[in-house]
T-cell receptor
Framework: QKEVEQNSGPLSVPEGAIASLNCTYS??????FFWYRQYSGKSPELIMS????GDKEDGRFTAQLNKASQYVSLLIRDSQPSDSATYLC?????????????FGQGTELSVKP | DAGVIQSPRHEVTEMGQEVTLRCKPI?????LFWYRQTMMRGLELLIY????????DSGMPEDRFSAKMPNASFSTLKIQPSEPRDSAVYFC???????????FGPGTRLTVL
């Protein structure tokens, strides 16, 4: 069974701190990796995608990918209370899967003012 | 541009009744996905289509569930007969050609009494 694992949290950080969210996956053939943010009662919103080893930065968000370790992370710099949400890691489960993603259970982030 | 559109947003029905959920994907997207989200099981892929053709329905829980995509701009997920354990939020998502990024609709919150 191909899996995506995340710590469920809650992860609590003070406003202005760096929040670090982690995800591991089981399928070595996975090529595409995504982070979604989901506010309570809302739908998942795509915030980052990463396809190559290394870091990808977009504003206050940095995604990090290490395919050898089957590990992907999301860093949120200068965390704001508005970042409080559940963050879902999603992984394409291999080549020729036509975009099928497996989602982790999500990590709940709470940013305290 | 309009995002993924789902209707109804909320549905309350009684056990044994037929339920039909509707989805309009983003124009130009060729993949359409149906997900179910519960606290216990997280976000689960039920079925997905490519160019209106069902590709993988292995996530459909049982024969009570069926999905169709008669054209590129419309899909339905039907539950007949509905049961209380079907209560969940059902999301539709779509993705464009050659890109694995999925964009979610607002969801339908289904309650089966």
């Amino acid at each position: 069974q191909k899996e995506v694992e995340q710590n469920s949290g809650p992860l609590s950080v003070p406003e202005g701190a760096i929040a670090s969210l982690n995800c591991t996956y089981s399928d070595r053939g996975s090529q595409s990796f995504f982070w979604y943010r989901q506010y309570s009662g809302k739908s998942p919103e795509l915030i980052m995608s990463i396809y190559s080893n290394g870091d990808k930065e977009d504003g206050r968000f940095t995604a990090q990918l290490n395919k050898a370790s089957q590990y992907v992370s999301l860093l949120i710099r200068d965390s704001q209370p508005s970042d409080s949400a559940t963050y879902l890691c999603a992984v394409n489960i291999g080549e020729n899967q036509g975009g099928k993603l497996i989602f982790g259970q999500g990590t709940e982030l709470s940013v305290k003012p | 541009d309009a995002g993924v559109i789902q209707s109804p947003r909320h549905e309350v029905t009684e056990m044994g009744q037929e339920v039909t959920l509707r989805c309009k994907p983003i124009s130009g997207h060729d993949y359409l996905f149906w997900y179910r989200q519960t606290m216990m099981r997280g976000l689960e892929l039920l079925i997905y289509f490519n160019n209106n053709v069902p590709i993988d329905d292995s996530g459909m829980p049982e024969d009570r569930f069926s999905a169709k995509m008669p054209n590129a701009s419309f899909s339905t997920l039907k539950i007949q007969p509905s049961e209380p354990r079907d209560s969940a939020v059902y999301f539709c998502a779509s993705s464009p050609p050659d890109i694995d990024e999925q964009f979610f609709g607002p969801g339908t919150r289904l309650t089966v009494l």
